[in-house]
């Protein structure tokens, strides 16, 4: 794995809102073909660091580069042209809106390919080809987080992050949406998740970073992680 | 029956109007994130564009339907620096100060249309556009071929609009803003992009309302615009604030209204009728009858 070359880099990353520094000085970094995942409690900023990734929030201080291309201070429009995307928290999907248009809203910038996209799609996700007319907000959770990992595939990108998709799911459905991500990994995507369910990320990551109030406090392997007394004491419970 | 005939044509046709002035109103209302009360004026000012251009070209209608449509166009599109200055946060609908910087807008266009336009007169629409003879006439209702023609075509912009809304890629951005601007951003819809678009798309829509309104009426004043926007917003509240397919059923409902109390009661009781059925679901259904869509 430590061959491959890095796609995204973050280097010295800080972001503030206002006063409230959000992120000090972050590093991290992704390799094509990882699983990285960002373990931290409510309100350490893993929903920021990927928020002014792809290019919502600017950064204060800092760079991020992907494909050895600065990153940092460009729109999150061109930034998912550029193959980056995010799978927002809480499956933000538009509910008012059929299943089918959801998919569609993802290829925003890659309409060339979105018949075949969401052949593909519909190949992985089955459910979501029966019940592409319906309006998402009969999906049930786990559709719906479903739904929102494949209308970014729609966007064909290079690195997928996802914000915390076990939020409010069933332990069964977090199991399964975690396979998904394992299997699309191994399709060749490489994939950015923030987590606070740190046990069962990284049994499924190759890497992880342990992020505290804004700073990186911690990396490694997901094996070292997993057994780091810290880690275990502060994010599994044993 | 004839006069009912009559009235319902006339109502439809009216009622095509109302429907596309409320769905211009409405995209600007759920994409650009404003409330564009002058929109109604910014068509009678196309209308007087549209006039003028009768006038010096031995009355084109194809030169003019196209001025109608860029100077509406350009209208909106002069005006969104200004909107989107003094909206700080574009997540939220901001509707006092984009209603007061639209209210300003309005008076301007209308004191323009009265001092710069046949001294402040109101103007009339060659017959050409609005139809030579009468196709049906029952009592004092006659029905002209420019009402009739208005009907029609209001018909295909309202289908093409709600196309385009529905089973376009603009179109799916739109609604995708409507619904959850931040979340739009997310899955990386250019915000302020989209935003302009949808004031090119409700300019484009404004010039041809400007030429239905100048068929189906025959005549055009400064003052209308006012008239008008009073309307579009009853129609829009009645049906709830953003609702597009509310906008459409209440649109051609109060089109269809107005007509029959013109003609079986009184042509100047029909803004009055507006007002009470606004007041009585505000009473009732404060949301709207099919629900606000902020």
Known sequence: MAQNEVLLRVENLSVAYGQINALKEVNLEVRRGEIVVLIGANGAGKTTLLETTLGINAPKSGEITFKERTISGIPADRNVRFGLCLVPEGRGVFVSMSVLDNLLLGAHHNMKNVGRNLKRVYQWFPRLEERKNQIARTLSGGERQMLAIARSLMSAPELIMVDEPSLGLAPIIVNDIFEILVYLNKEGYTILLSEQNAYKSLKCAHRGYVLETGKVTLSGTAAELLNDPGVREAYIGA | ?294
């Open chain 2, 1 to 294: 029956m004839q006069t009912f005939i009559a009235q319902v044509i006339n109502g439809l046709s009216l009622g095509s109007i109302y429907v596309l002035l409320a769905t211009g109103f409405n995209l600007l209302l759920l994409v650009a994130m404003i409330i564009h009360f002058a929109y109604p004026q910014v068509v009678v000012f196309s209308m007087y564009i549209a006039w003028v251009v009768l006038r010096y070209t031995g009355n084109s209608i194809l030169l003019a339907v196209l001025a109608a449509i860029v100077s509406s166009v350009l209208l909106n599109l002069i005006s969104a620096p200004l909107f989107q200055k003094i909206m700080k946060n574009r997540e939220e609908v901001d509707i006092n100060t984009t209603m007061v910087l639209s209210l300003g807008i309005g008076m301007i266009i209308t004191d323009i249309l009265s001092h710069g336009f046949n001294k402040g007169l109101p103007i009339a629409f060659p017959a050409k556009l609005v139809g030579e003879t009468p196709i049906l006439r029952v009592g004092v209702i006659s029905l002209m071929g420019g009402q009739v023609a208005s009907l029609a075509v209001g018909i295909v912009a309202v289908s093409g609009i709600f196309l385009l809304l529905y089973k376009t890629r603009p179109g799916r951005a739109f609604r995708a803003i409507a619904e959850d601007p931040n979340g739009a951003r997310l899955v990386g819809i250019p915000l302020l992009r989209t935003g302009l678009e949808s004031y090119a798309l409700s300019g484009v829509l404004g010039g041809l309302i400007a030429v239905l309104l100048a068929m189906l009426l025959g005549y055009s004043s400064p003052g209308l615009g006012e008239q008008v926007a009073h309307k579009v917003l009853a129609v829009s509240i009645i049906a709830g604030l953003g609702n597009l397919a509310g906008g459409l059923v209440v649109g051609l409902a109060l089109g269809i209204l107005e007509a029959l109390v013109q003609g079986y009661i009184s042509g100047s009781w029909s803004n009055a009728i507006a007002f009470v059925v606004m007041l009585l679901v505000m009473l009732f259904k404060p949301r709207g009858l099919f629900g606000i869509k902020l």
